[in-house]
């Protein structure tokens, strides 16, 4: 289980971006399963978390993003010195379709997709996930999931952060869902962490529910081996 209350701001980090994730995530991620000079892939890069952290790390990082706006985003918050040598390589483009990267080149894979439909990154994007109905939502991810086995190198892992949803009371096992479609496109489940949610903009709304629900307080991280 990994919680970290105190989500961390150094470099260029900072919790603007709606729904990114503390940097101790990719960190502590990229520490355990990627060596310096590996390739780390992020294809929902956000405001660019995991790139800054590859960074940092002396990993060399390729980002993408449907949204032009966390591509700039992202391009800003890599503006920072520091004494490693990587090369970081940022595109916006749709994680479903990497066919700039070949098969096999990706050492680490860490990424954050939207949960659904919860947060919505864009009015109107075509390819935006977080736009789509949890079907329509679970398919896409199929061939992100499908992309991101070919990219990966043999033996080696894809993280994954996700969190369930509720539609009209109902938990909506969102999580396990994404799990299921890792297993079924012949990934192996590696490790579950759980972890703890901290200063979530919607625990207001839902505590003010009438006890009606428990508060989802965790997401998982999930580890798949290739
Ligand atoms: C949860 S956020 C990632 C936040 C990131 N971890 C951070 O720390 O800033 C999900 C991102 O997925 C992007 N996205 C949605 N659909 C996409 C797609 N089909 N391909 C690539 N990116 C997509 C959104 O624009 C959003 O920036």
């Not at 960190?27 to 929902?44: A, C, E, H, M, T």
Request: with cysteine.
């Amino acid at each position: 289980m990994w919680s970290f209350p105190d989500r961390g701001s150094w470099a260029t980090h900072s919790g603007k971006y709606r729904g990114n994730w503390s940097p101790y995530i990719p960190r502590n991620l990229i520490l355990r399963y990627s060596k310096p000079g590996d390739w780390v892939l992020d294809q929902f890069l956000g405001s660019g978390t995991t790139l800054v952290e590859a960074k940092l790390l002396n990993r060399n990082a390729v980002g993408v993003d449907i949204n032009p706006q966390a591509i700039s985003i992202s391009e800003e918050n890599l503006q920072f010195k520091c004494e490693t040598i990587s090369k970081m390589r940022i595109q916006q483009g749709n994680a479903t379709n990497l066919d700039f990267i070949k098969d096999g080149k990706i050492e680490f894979i860490c990424m954050h997709p939207p949960y659904a439909n919860i947060i919505k990154y864009s009015k109107d994007i075509a390819g935006d996930i977080s736009l789509l109905t949890i079907e329509e939502f679970l398919c896409e991810m199929g061939k992100v999931i499908s992309e991101s086995y070919r990219v990966l190198k043999k033996g080696n892992m894809c993280a994954v952060m996700i969190g369930d949803i509720r539609r009209r009371g109902k938990v909506v096992p969102l999580g396990f869902q994404v799990m299921n479609i890792f297993l079924k496109q012949g990934f192996s489940s590696k490790e579950i962490i759980i972890k703890e949610q901290h200063n979530c903009r919607s625990t207001n709304f839902w505590e003010k529910q009438n006890n009606e629900f428990l508060l989802l307080a965790h997401e998982y991280i999930f580890v798949f081996q290739k």
